[in-house]
């Protein structure tokens, strides 16, 4: 069980140093994450939406430790909005935050985090598309959620992640989808005690299709976030059920993760969004991204190894 050990390293200081520090680390990095800075990234956004791919942007770096660090981050997104306005998009692409990196750990993290995403909600609104709110450790959910409902009364676009591993999902997704948001589900890919999470796979998926008929027979958007063939199966099947047009839902990858699955979809006429994250600070999102399948784990060792 690779994935926990991973998971923990993910939350080490010394892991960090050592691994941001690696010199062939940054070519496996790339995989997932193409680019440092926003003009490394215009251009992929420029390829992704000329293949009919959508995308949502992360500007990554979740472990702040001050105040200056968060508005950095807001400021960091209101640049790629200033950039991608040119692109007219629209709500083909969009951008995901993690609230962690306005404040939210911080003193008063609350209103920091609602007070330095606002202007990027507002930002995005401008150039006629949205902002999701992703989802992180369950410590940190009732602050998000509250923070989600908050700018929904004047951004009612806005969106926000659900995560399928952890118990109170069943009951978000109810209240999510009878308010008429849009939804991402996601199993989950945070390290979660048993208190409060489902530890066994199957138990995760079986939750996954449960909550996901709730979304597709709500009032609500769903966003399918996985690449697991047979939920993305299910998914079909479930909007069909609910008889839901292929506009009123989609799919959504990460960058880098079954890329030629991303392009049978759009081919297909799915609507089908690319989480597409960019930044220097990168350690975290990339070792959850190693910890989702030991094989990366391996590639990463060998690259290390052979150097
Ligand atoms: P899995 O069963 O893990 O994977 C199915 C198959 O996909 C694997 O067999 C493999 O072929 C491929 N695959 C999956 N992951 C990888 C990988 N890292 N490298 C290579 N191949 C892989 N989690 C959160 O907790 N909060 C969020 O806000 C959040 N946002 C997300 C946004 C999007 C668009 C997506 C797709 C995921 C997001 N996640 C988020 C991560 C999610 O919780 C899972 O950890 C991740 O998607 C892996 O689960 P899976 O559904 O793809 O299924």
Redesign the pocket.
């Known amino acids: 069980m690779l994935g926990p050990v991973i998971l923990a390293a993910s939350r080490s200081d010394r892991m960090r140093r050592l691994i941001s520090a690696a010199p062939v680390t940054k070519q496996v990095v790339d995989r997932f994450i193409p680019g440092e800075d926003v003009d490394d990234i215009v251009p992929v956004v420029r390829d992704l939406a000329d293949d009919g791919l959508e995308l ?1 942007m992360d500007v990554v770096g979740e472990d702040i430790t001050n105040p200056a660090q968060a508005a950095a981050a807001r400021d960091a997104y209101l640049e790629l909005v200033d950039r991608l306005k040119p692109l007219e998009l629209g709500t083909r692409a969009e951008m995901s935050v993690k609230l962690s990196m306005f404040g939210q750990a911080l003193e008063d993290g609350h209103e920091l985090a609602l007070k330095n995403v606002r202007p990027v909600v507002e930002a995005a609104a401008e150039i006629g598309t949205t902002v999701t709110l ?3 450790d369950h410590t940190t959910l009732d602050s998000m959620f509250a923070i989600h409902e908050e700018l929904r009364k004047d951004f009612p676009q806005t969106g926000c ?1 659900i ?1 399928a591993y952890l118990f109170r999902t069943e009951a978000d997704a109810r209240r999510l989808a009878a308010s008429g948001s849009r939804v ?1 589900l ?5 390290k979660e005690p048993a208190s409060v999470a489902y530890q066994d796979k199957h138990e995760i998926d079986r939750a996954y299709v449960r909550i996901l008929r709730t979304l597709m027979e709500g009032e609500g958007y769903p966003m399918i ?4 063939p047979r ?1 993305i199966a299910i998914g079909q099947e479930l909007a069909h059920q609910a008889g839901r047009k292929l506009d009123e839902y989609e799919f ?3 960058y880098g ?2 890329t030629e699955e991303h392009r049978r979809l759009a081919a297909e006429g799915h609507r089908m969004r690319v ?1 597409t994250a960019y930044g220097t600070d990168w350690y975290g999102y990339f070792m ?2 190693l910890a ?2 030991p094989a ?1 784990l391996r590639f990463f060792a060998r690259s290390m190894l052979t150097k």
Do not use: C, F, P
């Open positions: 949502t992703d989802a992180e992640v995560q991402r996601v199993k989950g890919a945070y976030g996985s690449h697991d939920l959504q990858m990460l993760i079954r989480y959850r991204r989702e399948k990366n």
